[in-house]
């Protein structure tokens, strides 16, 4: 299998739709296709970094990347169910820690559900750490799990 990863083009706009609703219906009510406007329009303007994985001409995974103020912060990472535990999940990070570096952030968080083990495992794999928990105020009632990864500590605004 020989996965592409690149930034997000206007073309990838109907497959990041359909995967963000693959990978998000359960969770949240979104217009899926605003949602991925709104990513291309973020790495159209330089707001944000948008990954995708592509295989054979077809978009299998995105990942987003935007700034916050203590560093980068990811929203989003969809794999599509037919290609999960490939390497596709790791291959998004690692393109979106390089454009983090890119960017001067020093370290990219994300928060992800208490209750999924498998997605905090993935990211533990990863080189994620746990910082604690939280309240997630998109879906009242369910905790959060905030995971931080060190891009580089040089790059640490305190340096």
């Known amino acids: 299998m020989r996965v592409i990863v690149r930034g997000m083009d206007g073309e990838d706009i109907g497959s990041v739709a ?8 359960d969770s949240y009510v979104f217009d899926w296709r ?4 709104a990513l291309h329009e973020g790495m159209v ?15 299998i ?3 987003n990347l935007r700034g916050w103020p ?5 929203d989003q990472i969809v794999v599509s169910s037919d290609e999960r535990r490939h390497g596709v999940g ?3 990070l690692e393109a979106v820690m390089t454009a983090a570096a890119g960017r001067k ?11 999924g083990e498998a997605a905090r495992s993935f990211f533990e794999r ?9 309240k997630d105020e998109i879906k009242k009632g369910v905790n959060g799990v905030f995971l931080s990864r060190v891009v580089d500590y040089k790059l640490h605004p305190n340096q």
């Open 18 to 25: 359909k995967l963000s609703e693959e990978g998000f219906r």
């Open 34 to 37: 605003a949602n991925a406007e």
């Open 45 to 59: 303007s330089g707001r944000a970094y948008v990954a995708v994985a592509e295989l054979d001409g077809k978009v």
């Open 61 to 63: 995974g995105y990942c």
């Open 70 to 74: 203590a560093g980068g912060w990811i």
């Open 90 to 92: 790791r291959a998004l």
């Open 105 to 115: 952030f020093w370290k990219v968080s994300l928060i992800t559900s208490e209750a």
């Open 126 to 134: 990863c080189g994620w750490e746990l910082v604690g928990t939280m």
